[in-house]
């Protein structure tokens, strides 16, 4: 990462400094942004569902390189923490449907899946929760690659429409789980709740999201510019993975027989953006 950003400092330093005309738009301009949202998840299937909106931020470098007088390629490096609410749809009788998880007493952290099943559930370092509601925040190295098509100068203002994608590479991810205890004999304890849970491992590595804005300019001087706009990313894949490597699933069948298997999930994410800027 750090030779990411000392390539991308070292091209744009030397383009500003070689620059021979400030009153002529350069090919390429760079600046600064920062963007808070407002986030919200879409999950598929009856188990999960959105449990409202958060608000999150972001912000990096902006890399804009003119292919014509009303048409540019726009990219750059930013940190993004996203995230979203859900809640978990439980059955309310003992040993019914339900998502559920080990925590560890010992090491202040949750036990994968495959762990706890392959030593047992009845020792006495795991706590067994119930997952009522998980809020997620996720921190990602976001690259968008976008179209920006803008107006002519109107005033002091150029208008812009914008589209592509931004492709997100996920840092680090956490949660705060509002959750019930088990008993062994499956009574449900008073809720409690659980912060900085550390998923990272159950959050997916790579998640892509359409990004559509619209925006404009406002010329300071010479080719400086405040930048801002509004816009919308709908998620076309899964934040997490396919089957959590924590949460189990109990189901009971027809014959009231209980089975434990890894949770499905699928989870996309949408955001409304505000960007401010500034463009060199």
């Known amino acids: ?15 500003f400094i070689y620059s021979q005309d400030d009153d002529k738009v350069r090919d390429l301009r760079f600046g600064l942004k920062v963007t808070p949202s407002v986030n919200w998840f879409k999950p598929d299937g009856k188990i999960i ?4 909106p958060v608000l999150r931020y972001g912000g990096g470098l902006i890399v804009e390189y003119s292919l014509a007088k009303i048409v540019s390629f726009q990219t750059g490096v930013q940190i993004d923490v996203g995230g979203g609410k859900v809640k978990y749809n439980n059955g309310t009788a003992v040993n019914s449907n339900s998502v559920s998880y080990d925590y560890s007493i ?15 559930s ?7 929760y119930q997952l009522n509601a998980r809020n997620y925040s996720t921190s990602y190295v976001t690259i968008p690659l976008t179209l ?15 589209f592509g994608i931004n492709n997100s590479f996920r840092w680090k991810s956490t949660v705060k ?25 159950d959050v997916s590595v790579y998640t892509a999201s359409l990004n ?6 406002y ?19 899964s934040v997490v993975k396919d089957k959590s490597k924590y949460l189990e699933r109990r189901t009971n069948d027809v014959n009231g027989v209980v089975s434990y298997t890894p949770m499905p999930q699928q989870i996309k994410s949408n955001a409304v953006v505000l960007m401010v800027g500034i463009l060199f």
């Open 212 to 217: 559509m804005g619209l925006g404009a300019e």
């Open 219 to 237: 010329n300071l001087s010479g080719s400086t510019s405040l930048t801002f706009g509004v816009n919308y990313m709908l998620g076309f894949l």
């Open 177 to 201: 789980d509002d959750v019930s205890p088990l008993t062994t004999n499956g009574l449900i304890g008073s809720h409690e709740t659980k912060s900085k849970v550390d998923v990272t491992k």
């Open 122 to 128: 009845d020792t006495v370092s795991f706590t067994h």
């Open 106 to 120: 010992l090491d202040d952290k949750i036990v994968p899946f495959e762990l706890r099943h392959s030593i047992g």
């Open 49 to 52: 569902s959105n449990d409202g």
């Open 1 to 15: 990462m750090r030779k990411i950003f000392t390539s991308i400092l070292f091209v744009l330093v030397t383009n």
């Open 148 to 162: 920006k098509m803008k107006t002519k100068e109107i005033g002091s203002f150029v208008y812009y429409g914008q």
